[in-house]
């Protein structure tokens, strides 16, 4: 199965964000976290590190091997759980309802990391460049996940930091709605060509009916 170069865009935004949240705690972000929920180093390990990475961990095959053939239908819900589980972060009162946003963001992460890995194997001639380019981009961000979480703590509040997540995940949710219905769209009109023209039934006395003999020169006259 070969995919327009288009269908990657909204799984790798989302495979990008899912970088950036795995490295995010290793600046300031967590050490704030920690300090405003009273937690321990091993507490804050286990809240808001451990969480979101035995997800991710968990769902990559899963949504590498469903997004192989369904990819719009699986990256779309797992943007959705990214999407509400940076809302439960960024509003959790404790310890353990932050846990409960990392575990939606991380299932959805690592689901979406999956899909943007199995279209990336579907690009025909792009593959190659696709997966070239996929890889440093998510390098890239795996290295700007803490500087740009730190930022946003400082200026303003770790919330912040996971609010900032959220239009990044409806945007990636958009275009990977748009490039669904698009291929949908292209599919639906590859499958249903043209009716051809109904040929018509000779009528009597044409011309050019064989054995017709009231036409001059029929030997069977």
Same mark, same amino acid.
């Given at each position: 199965?070969? /995919?327009?170069?288009?269908?990657?865009?909204?799984?790798?935004?989302?495979?990008?964000?899912?970088?950036?949240?795995?490295?995010?705690?290793?600046?300031?972000?967590? #050490?704030?976290?920690? /300090?405003?929920?009273?937690?321990?180093?091993? $507490?804050?390990?286990? *809240?808001?590190?451990?969480?979101?990475?035995?997800?991710?961990?968990?769902?990559?095959?899963?949504?590498?091997?469903?997004?192989?053939?369904?990819?719009?239908?699986?990256? @779309?819900? @797992?943007?959705?759980?990214?999407?509400?589980?940076?809302?439960?972060?960024?509003?959790?009162? #404790?310890?353990?309802?932050?846990?409960?946003?990392?575990?939606?963001?991380?299932?959805?992460?690592?689901?979406?990391? $999956?899909?943007?890995? @199995?279209?990336? #194997?579907?690009?025909?001639?792009?593959?190659? /460049?696709?997966?070239?380019?996929? #890889?440093?981009?998510?390098?890239?961000?795996?290295?700007?996940?803490?500087?740009?979480?730190?930022?946003?703590?400082?200026?303003?509040?770790?919330?912040?930091?996971?609010?900032?997540?959220?239009?990044?995940?409806?945007?990636?949710?958009?275009?990977?709605?748009?490039?669904?219905?698009?291929?949908?769209?292209? $599919?639906?009109?590859?499958?249903?060509?043209?009716?051809?023209?109904?040929? *018509?039934?000779?009528?009597?006395?044409?011309?050019?009916?064989?054995?017709?003999?009231?036409?001059?020169?029929?030997?069977?006259?």
């Amino acid at each position: 199965m070969v /995919r327009p170069l288009w269908s990657l865009a909204g799984p790798a935004l989302g495979a990008l964000l899912a970088a950036g949240l795995l490295t995010a705690p290793i600046g300031t972000l967590g #050490g704030t976290i920690q /300090r405003s929920l009273h937690l321990s180093a091993g $507490g804050m390990a286990a *809240t808001l590190v451990a969480p979101y990475v035995v997800a991710t961990a968990a769902l990559v095959v899963p949504g590498h091997l469903l997004g192989r053939r369904w990819p719009t239908a699986t990256a @779309a819900p @797992a943007l959705v759980l990214v999407l509400l589980g940076s809302l439960v972060s960024a509003f959790a009162p #404790g310890a353990a309802v932050l846990a409960v946003g990392q575990v939606l963001a991380g299932l959805g992460a690592g689901t979406v990391l $999956g899909v943007a890995f @199995a279209i990336s #194997g579907q690009l025909g001639r792009w593959r190659s /460049r696709a997966r070239l380019v996929l #890889g440093i981009a998510l390098g890239v961000a795996l290295l700007i996940g803490p500087v740009i979480s730190s930022v946003l703590t400082r200026a303003l509040d770790w919330r912040i930091a996971f609010m900032v997540d959220v239009p990044v995940a409806a945007l990636a949710l958009a275009a990977t709605a748009a490039s669904g219905i698009a291929l949908m769209v292209l $599919g639906g009109s590859r499958s249903n060509p043209p009716a051809a023209a109904p040929a *018509t039934a000779p009528q009597p006395g044409d011309p050019t009916q064989p054995g017709d003999p009231t036409q001059p020169g029929d030997p069977t006259r």
